[in-house]
DNA sequence: CTTGACCTTCCCGTGACTGGAACCCTCATT
DNA sequence: AATGAGGGTTCCAGTCACGGGAAGGTCAAG
């Protein structure tokens, strides 16, 4: 299979296919014209750091879950610790976001939206009271 | 004052403060020997982007933002559009980590996390069955 | 006079790509 | 045989909002 192929069955951007090779996650062969070709497992590969990447997962971590992914030997509480650091990652996140929404919704509520300058937003910006 | 008492008064790096200036935002006089002098509204100025930056509006916005609060004649409904815009930018955000925590917390869950390899976790990352 | 704490500019690196230029390969049509 | 479309290739620059660090100027204190 092609890259164009590949993107198209995986859903990844041939930019971020050609990026993992880059980068060393997927090592596709190369067809005598230069293209890339990849095998069944190339494509699986890239299947699985798709969703890794959905799942917020950063490159590194990617990376450490395909080896282990690729290790008979692996012990599931490495993976769990990696999953469970990225969880903590993504709830302080959430966290962080929730108090900007709190914030952004009280001041949208008090602010008229007319066309007068009085503005709550830029008072709470500017420091206010 | 210079850029060091800005700094621990604003609770901005200064790397920050200088990036400021280098896209514009804030503009401090220069004393003879070539140091950053600020003034009063220069502080004034950092504070409010602190603030913008701390609810998690991007640069342009507050770069708008700023416009707006030292504009007399705005209408606070221009203010607010921008606020809203970009509570929805969170709003979309939350709402895709929430979903990222779920997998992530079912997942961990149902991964024993010990010595041996069997793990839920990588069985879904891999397209499992 | 030197030390140390400031300050300056400049350039590179971050993460995970995305866009675009300039070029090659293959097949089908004119 | 030339042309055009639609693949592919490499490489370079840009994104966003800074942070790190080098090389050097300035200033007050001992």
Redesign the interface.
């Known amino acids: 299979m092609n890259i164009g192929d590949v993107s198209t069955q995986t859903g990844l951007p041939a930019k971020t296919i050609r990026y993992y090779e880059d980068i060393g996650l997927v090592k596709p062969l190369r067809d005598d014209n230069g293209y890339r070709r990849y095998r069944s497992q190339d494509i699986?590969k890239l299947?699985?750091l798709g969703?890794?990447r959905a799942?917020?997962f950063t490159i590194e971590d990617c990376r450490t879950?395909m080896a282990?992914?690729e290790?008979?030997?692996?012990?599931?509480?490495d993976?769990?610790?990696v999953?469970?650091a990225?969880?903590a990652q993504?709830?302080a996140?959430?966290a962080d976001?929730?108090a900007?929404?709190d914030?952004?919704?009280h001041?949208?509520d008090a602010?008229?939206?007319?066309?007068?300058?009085?503005?709550p937003?830029?008072q709470?910006?500017?420091?206010k009271a």
């Open positions: 699986h299947n699985f969703r890794a799942l917020g879950l282990l992914y290790d008979d030997t692996r012990a599931s509480s993976v769990k610790k999953a469970r990225h969880l993504v709830e996140k959430i976001l929730n900007m929404r914030t952004l919704g001041l949208i602010c008229a939206g007319d066309d007068r300058p009085d503005c937003i830029l709470d910006l500017g420091g």
